[in-house]
């Protein structure tokens, strides 16, 4: 008798339905469930596996994203042309808006990222939304490899890292008071070559500034920052050509990029696999303010 043929899941067919996963038991426990998106790759990657999971139906959320005011160009174009390809509604949290509000105040070194979470959970609570996707990794930084897959948040937005619940077996509890929210983490288990391993996978398109490129830039403490109108060159800052890729997508006023020859997908996997610090801790200016900036902002209701 033959014996029966080995039924084996690859890696990223596993963690692809992980994530899948938990975003139809999302959808199933709470009633106003939005994508955080900001045009960057673990985002994008998110959107993708969210089409997925309710395919052949829409989306069946809005995508919000918080926008600094501080976006590089190429990836608000990319934002705008993905929402309209896939008809999703686009909730935009507008940091510029809280400012001339006077809900927040700018802050002296012009970085806007912590300034985010006020703007973020106005959002929240104008359109009810208790449950929010984003596209965190426990690789990327060590706050947020203490989190949860759902990570429960108070009536202030606030996280306590002491205080969540257990997700024995693959059983998520996502049960809230009116007030209160869940941050869910789809891709908590991924990795950066994971994701870039499954944009080749699926050629999914992205913004242009992920690959090589040449650009105006300066270097400021051990980084590479390209030149823009938030982010001039200093007194006595040699501005200069180079080719460079980014890593990570935040705001142009802190986050730097690296020397790269990567245009391809392929190049990038190769790159990301050789390297030895995670993409945050390589191009995030906002993650140096101190040891656990990150820890803070979260504590605060960053997401």
Request: net charge negative; glycine share 6%.
């Amino acid at each position: 008798m033959t014996a029966p043929a080995a039924y084996q899941v690859t890696h990223l067919d596993a963690l692809e339905a992980e994530s899948i996963f938990v975003m139809r038991e999302v959808v199933a426990e709470m009633e106003r469930p939005v994508l955080l998106f900001s045009g960057g790759k673990d985002s994008i990657v998110m959107l993708r596996l969210a089409q997925k999971a309710f395919a052949p139906a829409q989306v069946p959320f809005p995508v919000m994203h918080v926008d600094t005011g501080h976006n590089f160009p190429e990836v608000l174009d990319y934002r705008d042309r993905r929402v309209a390809e896939l008809s999703l509604q686009l909730v935009v949290a507008s940091v510029p808006e809280a400012l001339a509000s006077g809900l927040v105040r700018e802050s002296a070194d012009g970085m806007r990222n912590r300034i985010q979470t006020p703007v973020l959970l106005e959002a929240v609570e104008k359109h009810r939304f208790n449950a929010l996707f984003g596209g965190a990794r426990r690789d990327e930084e060590k706050a947020r490899a203490k989190e949860r897959m759902f990570s429960f948040r108070d009536e202030f937005g606030q996280w306590d890292p002491k205080n969540q619940r257990p997700e024995l077996w693959a059983l998520y509890n996502g049960r809230h008071h009116p007030g209160e929210s869940i941050r869910v983490f789809p891709l908590s288990n991924w990795t950066e070559l994971d994701v870039w391993h499954y944009i080749a996978r699926e050629r999914i398109e992205l913004p242009s500034i992920y690959y090589a490129h040449e650009r105006e830039v300066v270097e400021r403490d051990g980084m590479l920052y390209a030149v823009n109108d938030f982010l001039p060159a200093r007194a006595g800052e040699e501005r200069f050509k180079a080719r460079v890729r980014y890593r990570t997508v935040g705001d142009a006023s802190c986050t730097a990029a690296v020397r790269s020859d990567a245009d391809t997908v392929e190049k990038v996997i190769e790159e990301v696999a050789a390297t030895r610090i995670t993409e945050r801790g390589a191009t995030r200016g906002d993650d140096r303010v101190s040891e656990a900036a990150m820890e803070d902002r979260k504590r605060e209701g960053y997401f």
